[in-house]
């Protein structure tokens, strides 16, 4: 993958994490040195590009334009200290996979970056052999200590493309929205976990982490189970997510603006919303419904 950021002691941290669990990173403190390297035919293939968004010179935005430019299917990554609302529709709009708000947690790091070089990888193999495919339904349902969620999100993303809901170009932006949905109904819904555990990449102990090893294997939060229902039709793809978690007053979220609805139900809620043409929250607040309409003639 390639890393840019202007903050060496970030590209350093960041680089090093990455590396530690078996990534080849192709580090540049500057943009244009990184997009001279993408386009170099003699350079290795990458999977990812992961960029600061606020830098000297070319930013971050001006990267993913230039990356989308030599290869629109590469899924972008931007980072931010200042990860409004306004950012992140600005970077979802321009086909960025997603938007990483520092400090960064080493375990949603590389987690989301192995979850997307698999997905980006195993799309383009998945994408031929569906294009047959005219409707179909499914339905998954997994206790929470069985749920692996970027398997489902690659189940839930696999007939994207060749039914034409989505381009090579933005399908990864719709599958983070999906694996934020799993997340949330893992680890807020059945868990119960509280998002203000998470710590910074400098803390040595992460406490979100280790709650949630924890309740995974202590009932009743193993035993709840997430139900998850696709149905694709000619026109609309649909995908239901349940948790067994005890949910929340949904009708709180109409009554916030954009970006108190980031803080006040996280950033995964406000992506969902972006990326889908529809949402809808059962009153109980433990199942979410998204649609995507045709685009793609």
Same mark, same amino acid.
């Given at each position: ?67 989308? $430019?030599?290869? !629109?299917? @590469? ?6 200290? *200042?990860?409004? +609302?306004?950012?992140? &529709? ?90 934020? $949905?799993?997340? !949330?109904? @893992? ?6 976990? *509280?998002?203000? +555990?998470?710590?910074? &990449? ?96």
């Amino acid at each position: 993958m390639v890393l840019v950021d202007d903050d060496r002691a970030v590209l350093g941290m960041v680089s090093d994490a990455l590396s530690h669990h078996g990534m080849t990173v192709h580090a540049f403190s500057d943009g244009d040195c990184a997009l001279k390297f993408l386009e170099d035919p003699s350079q290795p293939e990458v999977d990812l590009v992961i960029s600061d968004i606020n830098m000297e010179g070319m930013d971050g935005f001006d990267v993913i334009h230039r990356v989308k $430019a030599i290869n !629109n299917t @590469l899924p972008v990554v931007l980072m931010t200290g *200042d990860a409004t +609302l306004d950012f992140a &529709i600005r970077a979802m709009r321009m086909g960025a996979a997603n938007l990483y708000q520092k400090p960064l947690t080493v375990r949603e790091m590389v987690n989301s970056v192995f979850h997307l070089v698999g997905l980006h990888r195993e799309l383009r193999l998945a994408e031929a052999g569906l294009r047959g495919l005219v409707r179909e339904t499914r339905h998954f349902s997994f206790r929470s200590d069985e749920l692996n969620i970027p398997s489902m999100v690659r189940h839930l993303t696999d007939r994207l493309v060749p039914f034409g809901f989505a381009q090579p170009s933005n399908v990864d932006v719709i599958a983070m929205a999906y694996h934020e $949905a799993l997340v !949330n109904a @893992l680890e807020h819904g059945n868990l119960e976990l *509280d998002s203000s +555990l998470k710590g910074d &990449i400098f803390n040595p102990r992460d406490e979100f982490e280790a709650l949630s090893r924890t309740r995974l294997s202590t009932d009743p939060w193993a035993a709840r189970r997430v139900d998850v229902r696709m149905e694709v039709t000619p026109e609309r793809y649909e995908v239901i997510v349940r948790d067994g978690g005890n949910g929340y007053d949904t009708r709180l979220v109409g009554q916030c603006v954009s970006d108190d609805l980031a803080r006040r139900f996280g950033r995964g809620l406000a992506m969902i919303h972006m990326v889908m043409d529809e949402v809808t929250l059962n009153p109980a607040g433990n199942q979410i419904t998204m649609v995507l309409k045709k685009k793609v003639r």
